[in-house]
């Protein structure tokens, strides 16, 4: 009687044992699993299914690994650590993870690869210095990525979009619409102005669009005009994606606080008293400068001097600013001018109020008749080239530049052209005296056959 329960006792004991053994072997086999799911032996990518999740941090102006291979197919998320010392984004394809301040940690969701993508900051110039993410897919990941170099690699120059031919650039085109050229006179002593600043798609050149970046909508920016002694107040409201700022010439002002880049959704009045005449610069200041030049972000301020130093009535009045232009890498409009190229100087074609050739007879000519007088405003916004400015079949009897007449109404002297370094302004003045279509070009030859060239068409 006694056996049967110390047996049914010892089975018992056992069955326990055995449980003991089973929960410990099943707490083994989870930690295994656990550990490769966190990716203890692979730093970059661990692959569950077809979803892929890593982890980024920053070094510097590096993303840290930057680059990962995945598999087509694969939905990628990251986990971006913004362990750098300033703010950082990540784009990979169309998903963004938004600013990051430092010491932030945003999960992206880069949705479902198919293909290699080069992810990267989108904040201004810091792409240019490294901060690139490539994702590579498949065994062709890295030949592909070697194909794609010039244009996705790491602080390469990248391979432009088709430049258009001065054939191209010139041909007749119905309901062209040019940048307006002609200066209003100056009205009031208090201009008040609100300005937008954006990122924009536009056509840069026949057959080019790209993003431009804009002073309300428009590149160059509006041209302000007033007198000597005038206030100038102008807001300028971030409605971009990144920081902008604005530096006008024409006021003696504190850097620091006006010039100060602003972050998207903000605002800031940049206020200053004209005190001197010319045609003066003005640009978005944020780094790197050069690049938001390019893209559109300049413009002119223009001062008529007051009382016996005022000037002379003209026929018409106009405005030139002379710049290059830099395209977007083939497949990367979006992203504007390709910011190395812009580094390097290597740019494509060069224009008169940022549009090559866009003054040309089949395009928007001037138009005059015999007989006027005409001045024409000039200021060169580069971001680097010099400009000398020559109009074919013309005498200039008058030339202002950078605070000074060269000559004042010359009778028996003249001038054949007006030369300005980037940030430099000045006018000329000239009368037609016979019908015929007089060319005004950028006599550094080999500009105006890139697109600093325009026509008079004088009746
Ligand atoms: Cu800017």
């Keep these: 009687m006694s056996s049967v329960p110390v047996k049914k006792e ?12 089973i929960v410990a072997l099943l707490a083994v086999i989870g930690l295994a699993v656990f550990n490769s799911a966190t990716g203890k032996q692979d730093p970059a990518t661990v692959a569950s299914a077809d979803a892929v999740t890593v982890d980024v941090s920053v070094d510097g102006m590096a993303f840290v690994p930057s680059s990962i291979d995945v598999a087509a197919g ?19 394809g169309r998903e963004e993870t938004g600013r990051v301040e430092p010491g932030e940690t945003v999960q992206l969701d880069a949705g479902v690869i198919e293909e290699s993508v080069e992810g990267y900051c989108t904040i201004a110039g810091h792409k240019m210095q490294g901060m690139t993410f490539m994702v590579n897919v498949g065994e062709s990941a890295s030949e592909e990525h070697d194909h794609a170099g010039a244009s996705e690699g790491t602080g390469s ?39 937008v600043m954006t990122e924009e798609e536009m056509e840069v050149a026949p057959g080019v669009r790209q993003t431009r970046w804009l002073f309300n909508g428009q590149a160059p920016g509006p041209t302000l005009r007033g007198k000597v002694g005038d206030t100038f107040r102008i807001t300028i409201k971030n409605e971009g994606s990144m920081g902008h700022s604005v530096d006008f010439h024409a006021g003696e002002v504190n850097p620091d606080e006006n010039m100060k880049t602003i972050q998207p959704g903000e605002s800031l009045t940049y206020e200053f008293v004209a005190h001197r005449a010319g045609i003066w610069m003005y640009h978005c200041s944020t780094m790197p400068m050069s690049l938001h030049i390019a893209n559109g972000m ?10 016996e130093d005022a000037l002379a ?7 030139m600013t002379a710049s290059e232009v830099f395209l977007a890498s083939a497949g990367k409009e979006a992203e504007g001018a390709n910011a190395q190229r812009v580094s390097d100087g290597d740019y494509d074609l060069t224009a008169f109020n940022y549009y090559p050739n866009q003054y040309d007879e089949g395009l928007a000519p001037l138009r005059a008749k015999v007989g006027d ?19 074919v079949g013309e005498q200039f009897d008058t030339v202002y530049k950078e605070g000074a007449y060269l000559i004042k109404g010359a009778k ?21 005296n016979e019908p015929g279509t007089y060319s005004f070009v950028n006599h550094l030859m080999t500009n105006a056959e890139k697109g600093q060239h325009g026509q008079f068409i004088v009746e």
């Design 10 to 21: 010892h089975s018992e004991k056992k069955w326990a044992s055995w449980l003991i053994i």
């Design 74 to 92: 694969s939905h990628l998320i990251v986990n971006f650590h913004n362990t750098g010392d300033q703010v950082h984004d990540l784009k990979i």
């Design 157 to 195: 120059a990248g391979a432009p979009a088709k430049v258009p031919s001065v054939a191209e650039r010139m041909a007749a085109r119905e309901g062209f619409e040019a940048f307006d050229a002609s200066l209003a006179p100056a009205k009031g002593d208090l201009h008040e102005e609100t300005w």
């Design 298 to 307: 300049a413009g002119a301020v223009v001062i008529d001097p007051r009382g």
């Design 313 to 319: 009535d003209v026929d018409a009045e106009y405005i």
């Design 373 to 391: 007088t005409v001045r024409i405003w000039l200021v060169n916004l580069g971001p680097d080239l010099p400009l000398s400015f020559h109009v």
């Design 412 to 432: 028996d002297s003249g001038s054949q052209a007006l030369d300005l370094l980037p940030a430099q302004g000045g006018f000329v003045e000239m009368t037609f």
